[in-house]
């Protein structure tokens, strides 16, 4: 048993040396935020339907029994409450005769049968109000992140990113458990937007944590790589994960499932990251606003936010263009974002390590345009097997984009600012949380004024004339103050290492060691 503890304790101590741990990490706290962010994308649309209607069938329920007895002079009237009908009963003596009994019958039957929500519900007046109201609830966890990522950056240069991440993860177990027992409209609005907090303080600090470890611009791209496959494989697991435990268990049961994994997370951060010291960055890092002004890193960001945005519209137009065009049912709902979930997930692994080779810049731009044309062929689809490989290019494009942009930001930070990462970071989770605050709410109204078409052609456009911008980052400038330092003799400049020699209070593995006894 000691000896037990004891190789325990080793591999703890261990652990907390290896930057292979911190990806993981990372990873894990990705990927179940991404999983809470697309797991209520098929339940939202088809649970507030249901209460909608629920609700109309009890007030139905109420008022008809009373209706029935004043009209009806000659039969006596029975209510069913067990499947909302009324059964008439008259006596033999009645002049009336049975064939006229029966007309009159199967009316009074057919009037008050309730109507019960269908898998197609076409031309419903509650179904395009609810693109608003969906995109909005949707929306909310976005703005939200959005509105916090300018606070949580400049913090993390003050306290070391160990701190923010596992409040990112308390935050996110809270608003988890509200999504569970949630019942109305204004609780899961609540829960959405309070999941933006614990979003915000996971991706920036996570983010962080890998540029600042990983100081080489190929084995930052490479780790960051693999972080967003944890991203991607949230979005992939989430909707057909969602929609198959809504249809066949119930409404809690997919955010319980994720409750339970948060609770493992949290563990391993508290034992691997001691999240308990604070731990400020060893320089001062730039100002946000002087990195917001960099126009390099606006056009980076830009990418980000359109790339995103186009698939932000999608999650709550698709399932309800797909329940009034194509009669789903509710587990296609979910079912029907896996192409591009599962693209995504493979555009991330290929293109950490590719994009590096090909060009950063030539990556994202191609991905841009691929994203506009897949997006411009969705509305095309006439059933779910039609949207199969437009999807599937949406999510293979944004892969590309975000693979990317993101080691492009920390790149550029070392070429052009201070090698201090959690503002730029802040700046790119912002890019994607406005694409994602942006998109719904707008979708939402522009697919109820002019209809889910004419929004897949407006989005589509417009990624497709951003991509030419993604040319000026093929080889940007560097400051003039920082080319001086790279220049310097004890600062030799290698083929693909743009940053200053600074140790870092961060877990640190055997190659950094060597590679500083090296020098």
């Known amino acids: 048993m000691a000896w037990g503890e004891l190789s325990l304790l080793r591999w703890l101590r261990e652990s ?24 209520v994308v098929p339940i939202i649309p088809s649970y507030l339907y249901s209460i909608k209607h629920e609700k109309n069938a009890s007030e139905i329920q109420t008022t008809k029994p009373s209706v029935v007895s004043t009209t009806m002079d ?31 019958q199967t009316e009074q039957m057919t009037v008050n049968v309730t109507p019960s929500p269908s898998d197609c519900p076409k031309e419903d007046k509650d179904l395009l109000n609810e ?19 300018p606070f949580i950056g400049p913090l993390t240069n003050r306290i070391g990113y160990q701190i923010p991440l596992f409040a990112g993860f308390c935050i996110m177990f809270v608003s988890t458990i509200m ?7 204004t609780l899961l609005f609540i829960a959405r937007s309070l999941q933006g907090v614990g979003s915000s303080c996971s991706s920036v600090a996570g983010m962080g944590m890998l540029a600042s470890v990983y100081t080489d611009d190929e084995e930052r791209g490479n780790a960051m790589g693999i972080a967003l496959g944890g991203l991607a494989m949230g979005v992939l697991v989430g909707p057909p994960f969602g929609s198959v435990m809504y249809e066949f268990v119930g409404k809690s049961s997919p955010f319980l499932v994720l409750a339970v994994l948060a609770l493992l997370d949290g563990a391993v951060q508290l034992f691997v990251l001691q999240p308990s010291r604070a731990q400020a960055e060893s320089q001062k890092g730039t100002p946000l606003l002087t990195l917001l002004k960099d126009p390099y890193i606006i056009i980076a960001a830009g ?16 399932p309800i263009w797909m329940m009034e065009t194509m009669c789903s049912k509710k587990w296609q709902l979910g079912v029907a974002f896996l192409p591009a979930s599962i693209s995504y997930l493979i555009g991330t692994n290929l ?3 590719v994009a590096h080779k090909m060009g950063r810049w030539l990556c994202a731009l191609l991905g841009m345009l691929i994203v506009g044309i897949s997006i411009l062929c969705v509305p095309f689809a006439k059933n779910i097997y039609g949207l199969i490989a437009p999807n599937f290019g949406v999510g293979f494009a944004i892969g590309m984009v975000d693979s990317s942009m993101m080691p492009i930001m920390g790149y550029l930070v070392d070429l052009r600012h201070v090698s201090v990462y959690g503002s730029v970071y802040a700046i790119a989770d912002a890019a994607l949380c406005m694409g994602f605050a942006i998109g719904p709410s707008a979708g939402g109204a522009i697919a109820k004024a002019i209809g889910f078409p004419w929004l897949m052609t407006i989005i589509g456009i417009v990624d497709i004339l951003f991509a030419p911008l993604c040319f000026f980052l093929r080889s940007p400038p560097a400051k003039e103050e920082k080319m001086a330092i790279l220049m310097d003799h004890n600062c030799p400049v290698k083929t693909k290492m743009y940053t200053q020699n ?17 020098e």
């Open 303 to 318: 990418s980000i936010c359109f790339a995103n945005m186009a698939v932000a519209m999608l999650e709550p137009a698709l």
């Open 502 to 518: 600074n140790i870092q209070s961060y877990p640190i593995g055997d190659e950094e060691e060597e590679y500083e006894s090296d």
């Open 351 to 353: 293109f950490g390590i």
């Open 16 to 39: 907390r040396q290896s930057r292979k741990l911190v990806v993981l990490i990372v990873y894990i706290a990705l990927l179940l935020d991404n999983m809470l962010l697309t797991v």
């Open 74 to 104: 000659n039969f006596q009237s029975i209510f069913s409450y067990y499947d909302n009908s009324t059964i008439v009963t008259g006596n033999e003596s009645d002049k009336t005769q049975p064939r006229e009994l029966h007309p009159t």
């Open 179 to 185: 999504f569970a027992f949630s019942g109305s409209y």
């Open 131 to 149: 693109n608003v109201q969906v995109g909005l609830l949707f929306a909310s966890k976005a703005t939200v992140q959005l509105i916090t990522n």
